[in-house]
């Protein structure tokens, strides 16, 4: 759904240079010759029991999307939502949590807005600076670009499992992991060498959102099935079919755009459907910058993963 673009011509706004056709990660706005400003938000109801790791997973997950446009995070307000019943020391806890993540990514968390509603939901509202011509977007992959991916997949089965109190502690703690970690590492080194794409993997999953990536840059991508990372217990829980809604409508939303090979597997398609929370950047990488890109990674011990790369033409292709 985009309604936005039937009320406003992103043409009017000349200082907007991302945002409502296509969307993107994050809007950006020009300040002056060399800066602009970056700015998003997304909140959730609870993907944990654990009221801090809430907190902070929603924090990670806010922040996310600055980094997916290549920008530095600055200022961030509060928004949530919560039960007037709920105790008071979890509200302290998911703000807290909250915080502390946000002060590891260098923000400052200046406030914000709660109300009472049924069902907690807690989120940022996040504004970035960057220099104009480090942008990353959906739409900066090129034919040859190669395809890396900075977290594992499996997040959305194993809390599903969770909830049903289906899932093993060790499970949830390593999805916990990663959900928690900041994306700023892989958006620092994506700016330092000049990469143009970048998005983060959250609620329309992998395909969906290496989806949207080619859609808007107007080539195809080919994923290699065995270099696709997952957590441990994915595959596990996929097996027992732990899957949210929301995996069933990406697969039927995306499923036409996919060409799956045929040996692919059906539980291994829909965890390529399966929404993540706080997911990692999928960056393009031009095959004359991977081994810059590798050695600078190696370098700061931050995981990635070449998983595929682009072609000329449209669509996904899931070998
Ligand atoms: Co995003
Ligand atoms: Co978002």
């Given at each position: 759904?985009?309604?936005l ?32 400003i ?57 703000i807290?949590?909250?915080?502390e ?46 395809l ?71 080539v ?17 829980y ?71 790369h ?10």
């Amino acid at each position: 759904m985009r309604p936005l673009g039937s009320i406003f011509n992103a043409q009017d706004y000349p200082d907007l240079l991302v945002g409502i056709d296509p969307p993107d990660d994050a809007a950006v706005w020009r300040i002056d010759e060399t800066r602009s400003i970056v700015v998003t938000t997304d909140f959730f109801t609870p993907v944990v029991d654990e009221p801090y790791d809430y907190g902070a997973i929603a924090a990670a997950n806010s922040l996310s999307d600055i980094y997916a446009m290549g920008a530095d995070p600055i200022l961030a307000l509060n928004i949530a939502a919560f039960p007037p019943q709920l105790p008071t020391d979890f509200l302290s806890q998911i703000i807290r949590g909250a915080a502390e993540k946000a002060k590891e990514a260098g923000v400052v968390i200046a406030g914000g807005h709660t109300i009472q509603d049924k069902e907690p939901k807690f989120g940022l509202v996040v504004i970035g600076m960057i220099e104009t011509h480090k942008i990353l977007t959906k739409s900066g992959v090129q034919p040859d670009d190669l395809l890396i991916l900075t977290k594992p997949l499996g997040m959305g089965v194993t809390t599903t499992a969770n909830k049903a109190q289906k899932a093993k502690k060790e499970d949830i703690e390593e999805a916990k992991f990663w959900m928690r970690k900041l994306n700023k590492i892989p958006s620092k080194i994506a700016t330092q060498l000049n990469l143009k794409a970048a998005t983060d993997i959250t609620g329309f999953s992998l395909l969906g959102h290496a989806y949207e990536m080619a859609d808007s840059s107007k080539v195809r991508i080919i994923l290699n099935s065995q270099d696709i990372p997952f957590i441990n217990g994915a595959r596990y829980y996929g097996e027992k079919w732990f899957f949210a809604g929301g995996a069933a409508d990406n697969r039927l939303y995306y499923e036409k755009f996919i060409e799956f090979s045929e040996e692919i597997d059906e539980v291994t398609r829909m965890l390529l459907f399966d929404p993540q929370t706080s997911g990692g950047l999928l960056l393009a990488c031009p095959p004359e910058k991977i081994s810059e890109f590798e050695d600078t990674a190696k370098s700061q011990n931050m995981p990635y993963w070449e998983i595929g790369h682009a072609i000329h033409g449209t669509g996904i292709i899931v070998k």
